[in-house]
């Protein structure tokens, strides 16, 4: 339980190719199941960033800043996360590729939100 938490943390590709190296080796999961397992919880590293994102653009009223951070965010740990799983996971998108729709639409939902204009009831577009 516990190499799996380090899974939740900032780690690199090498620490990451440690834990479901070990992972693989004790034969406890199903490589269906290290994929989820690995999506899950660096997915749960990401995740507290976005609330930091979502708790800067609410209570600091810096939406500006809070689109630079969530850029950053999806420039840095999504791509680092993607780059990992097909690093560990050759030759199989299994869940990443779901898991990667939602960081975008995270991202573009919070573009509309506050970037594009607001479309007029009946404006036809």
């Not at 490589?31 to 653009?57: M, N, P, Y």
Request: aromatic share 8%; with cysteine.
């Amino acid at each position: 339980a516990c190499l799996v938490g380090q899974l939740g943390t900032d780690i690199h590709l090498p620490q990451c190719v440690k834990v479901i190296g070990f992972l693989r080796r004790a034969h406890r999961h199903s490589e269906d199941e290290l994929r989820s397992l690995f999506i899950q919880h660096r997915g749960a590293f990401l995740e507290k960033h976005k609330q930091q994102v979502e708790l800067l653009r609410s209570t600091r009223g810096s939406v500006a800043m809070a689109l630079k951070t969530a850029a950053d965010l999806l420039r840095t740990h999504v791509y680092d996360i993607g780059t990992q799983y097909q690093a560990l996971f050759q030759q199989d998108e299994g869940p990443l590729v779901p898991w990667l729709n939602a960081q975008i639409s995270w991202f573009t939902g919070l573009l509309q939100a506050h970037v594009l204009p607001e479309r007029a009831p009946g404006s036809g577009t």
